[in-house]
């Protein structure tokens, strides 16, 4: 029995490990790709020579479609402990590929430095992997998206906040065990526009997010709390 403990015990030391690795790998690449994000926005583009911060963050201001991609990562910053979960106390990585269609819904309102514009985003996720007891995939949209763009400082920098939610299929249980192959999404969310050039924006965002299938399943590990970083691109 000493003998299977401490190979237990191995083994979960050695996942942990795995998916450490992975976090370590997704925090470099995210926080070089906002490095780079940020080099692009500060680039004296021959388009700027002539335009001034304010028309180039202009079409948030007034009501008009955008879209766009962006590539998310992320980890589990609360793990489930019940022992009928399997995942108890093992974390959990993700990385999703993302496109956004999304329409600013109004004129800017309100005072001061909380005036802004109000903007609705439906995002669509073709892909999504998460890494905990092996790798597992999964698809799905967010059509509930809320943004507040804080237009008020005539910047082309534009910061937001906003909340979100939706639906996540698998084509196995997830999280691993007798679950669903189904699960909501919901998350809030804080980020800014960075306008490099007329109608074209980085986006860099994070996100604290929760991941459930509401009792579907048998049991319902989740994701009590989770962490996403992302770096996106968008026309307006």
Do not use: K
């Amino acid at each position: 029995m000493n003998r299977s403990f401490s190979i237990a015990r191995r083994e979960r030391r050695f996942n942990q490990m795995q998916t450490l690795r992975v976090q370590t790998s997704l925090m470099s690449v995210f926080t070089a790709a906002i490095a780079i994000g940020l080099f692009v926005a500060t680039l004296p583009f021959s388009a700027l020579a002539q335009t001034t911060d304010e028309v180039l963050s202009d079409p948030l201001r007034r009501p008009g479609w955008n879209y766009g991609g962006a590539i998310t990562g992320g980890f589990a910053v609360v793990q489930v402990t019940g022992s009928n979960f399997l995942t108890a106390n093992r974390n959990i990585s993700n990385l999703a590929l993302s496109f956004r269609l999304a329409r600013v819904l109004s004129h800017e309102r309100g005072p001061s430095l909380l005036r802004g514009s109000f903007e609705w985003d439906c995002n669509i996720i073709p892909v999504e992997i998460f890494w905990v007891l092996g790798t597992h995939y999964a698809g799905g949209f967010e059509p509930v998206a809320f943004r507040w763009n804080l237009t008020g400082n005539r910047h082309r920098v534009v910061p937001f906040a906003g909340v979100a939610g939706g639906l996540l299929f698998s084509p196995e249980n997830f999280p691993p065990g007798n679950t669903y192959q189904m699960n909501f999404t919901a998350a809030i969310e804080a980020g800014t526009h960075l306008f490099v050039r007329r109608r074209r924006s980085i986006e860099v965002s994070g996100r604290v997010f929760h991941l459930s299938n509401a009792y579907l399943g048998a049991f319902n590990p989740g994701i009590p709390v989770g962490l996403q970083f992302t770096l996106g691109y968008s026309w307006y």
